[in-house]
């Protein structure tokens, strides 16, 4: 007797070459510049630090879109969002912070801080239009503003450098900004 040929379902292969951090600034319709470490317009006393903050800037962002998304879903656990945003800044406690950099240090800190507070004082309970909600909520205006100043901060410490820095720059911090 034969055997009867196997007949298997072709199920399209389920490939992404996206990153997590890529996907969460696909889910915010943010263009991601990666900072590029080489480049000869950044300080190279600064490129240490900018390498590192940017790439904590970017899990925060991961950190951020995720506590929204989940927010909408209305799959949210406060403390574990809290806790994850403690364990953000704790990395950022442990940078070595070049002379000049103090403030946008300082204001990066802030901003996550206001989003950790955020995410643990969250009630769903509280909120009927939950957009409006969020633009009126303090501590994500708070988080915004520290944000936007620190872009500010940084684009001022580096003003020499070219578009695609300043891209990276602005592109990360805005896409941490959560208004």
Do not use: C
Not at 30 to 46: A, G, I, K, Q
Not at 145 to 156: C, F, H, V
């Amino acid at each position: 007797m034969a055997a009867q040929p196997i007949s298997l379902h072709y199920m399209e292969p389920n490939i992404s070459t996206l990153s997590a951090i890529d996907r969460a600034y696909a889910a915010i319709e943010m263009r991601r510049t990666r900072f590029d470490t080489s480049n000869p317009t950044v300080l190279p006393s600064h490129r240490e630090y900018l390498t590192e903050v940017i790439a904590l800037i970017e899990q925060g962002i991961y950190w951020r879109v995720s506590g929204m998304q989940a927010l909408e879903r209305g799959d949210f656990d406060s403390l574990q969002w809290a806790r994850t945003g403690e364990r953000l800044l704790q990395g950022f406690r442990g940078l070595r912070v070049p002379a000049g950099m103090e403030k946008h240090q300082s204001l990066v800190q802030q901003a996550i801080s206001e989003l950790t507070n955020f995410f643990s004082e969250y009630s769903p309970a509280q909120q009927t239009n939950k957009r409006q909600s969020l633009d009126q909520n303090d501590n994500l205006r708070r988080a915004s503003a520290a944000m936007r100043e620190a872009y500010g901060t940084l684009l001022s410490a580096h003003a020499y450098a070219d578009l695609e820095v300043q891209g990276a720059f602005y592109d990360s911090h805005l896409a941490l900004d959560p208004l």
